[in-house]
């Protein structure tokens, strides 16, 4: 079965600062992956998805995250965050080829600080 | 448009009764999915749809859960004799289907019982 660890549990950083929340995968063939976001008592967003072509995959509100096959990550980043990013953070691989359910990971809550 | 709808919003229930919680998806998408969001559980899958079928129900958590999806569309999930564990925020989403595509969340329905 898939799984999904998210090394971080919580991430504070300063305003305007560079932030990186981890994500690492359990290996499979075919591997689809998910950042979602969740702002305070509001639902889930997608940020960002990986199925297949380049490894550097550019979502909405500045973020990006790279696929690399060979250490089974998918680290998402902003290069400079602000007030409004605080949010839980989700990253989650689909279960294609069984149900298509997505496998999330625990979450890592990101407190921008000003 | 518009995107995947919950309700209630919120439901208190005393522990032994029972339950539903309905969704409508995003017209058009075919498959549909439950998951659970609890505190020390993070966000748990609890059942697909694809159509008015149930492919995999495997993340229900007992036979006092059960799921069903009438004319592609609305679905309903329903809770018997509730236990405080049972307390979570449920969530429910849909995906044009046939493959590892977004799926799109809705608000959720926060179930406390008391």
């Known amino acids: 079965a898939q799984s999904v660890t998210q090394l971080d549990s919580q991430v504070p950083v300063f305003e305007e600062a560079p932030v990186e929340l981890r994500c690492n995968y359990s290996?499979?063939?075919?591997?689809?992956l998910f950042w979602y976001v969740q702002y305070p008592n509001q639902g889930l967003q997608l940020l960002l998805k990986?199925?297949?072509?380049?490894?550097l995959v550019k979502g909405i509100n500045g973020f990006e995250a790279e696929f690399n096959k060979s250490q089974t990550s998918f680290h998402l980043r902003k290069p400079s965050v602000h007030i409004s990013d605080t949010a839980e953070y989700f990253c989650a691989v689909s279960d294609w080829g069984g149900s298509e359910k997505l496998v999330f990971g625990k979450g890592t809550k990101l407190t921008v600080n000003p | 448009g518009a995107g995947v709808s919950q309700s209630p919003s919120n439901k208190v229930t005393e522990k032994g009764k029972d339950v539903e919680l309905r969704c409508d998806p995003i017209?058009?998408?075919?498959?549909l999915y439950w998951y659970r969001q609890s505190l020390g559980q993070g966000l748990e899958f609890l059942i697909y749809?694809?159509?008015?079928?149930?492919?995999?129900k495997s993340g229900l958590p007992s036979d006092r859960f059960s799921a069903e999806r009438t004319g592609g569309s609305v679905s309903t999930l329903t809770i018997q004799r509730t236990q405080q564990e049972d307390s979570a925020v449920y969530l429910c989403a849909s995906s044009v289907g046939g493959g590892p595509y977004e799926q799109y969340f809705g608000p959720g329905t926060r179930l406390t019982v008391t």
């Open positions: 290996s499979s063939v075919s591997v689809y």
């Open positions: 749809f694809q159509g008015n079928s149930a492919p995999d």
């Open positions: 990986y199925l297949s072509g380049s490894t």
């Open positions: 017209s058009g998408h075919t498959a």
